[in-house]
């Protein structure tokens, strides 16, 4: 497969807008995020009872930005 060119993107938003679910999908989408890692995402959501945020996870790295919901 060729490889695409690199393009940056900003987001901006209000809290709790879906700033980091939108990168995480757009990830998944391209296929940076392989299907094995956002089942690893799905779990822990519904580990966490927030079984909307799998994409939001994959930008949210750190323990208390998971649980809160909220990207630091």
Do not use: C, W
């Not at 679910?21 to 998944?28: C, E, F, N, Q, V």
């Not at 094995?36 to 009872?49: F, I, P, S, T």
């Amino acid at each position: 497969m060729a490889e695409l060119p690199k393009i940056n993107i900003i987001t901006a938003g209000h809290v709790d807008a879906g700033k980091s679910t939108l990168i995480g999908r757009l990830l998944y989408d391209s296929g940076a995020i392989r299907e094995d890692q956002l089942r690893k995402m799905k779990d822990l959501a519904k580990e966490l009872k927030k079984e909307t945020f799998e994409f939001a996870f994959v930008m949210d790295k750190l323990k208390e930005e998971r649980e809160r919901g909220l990207t630091i």
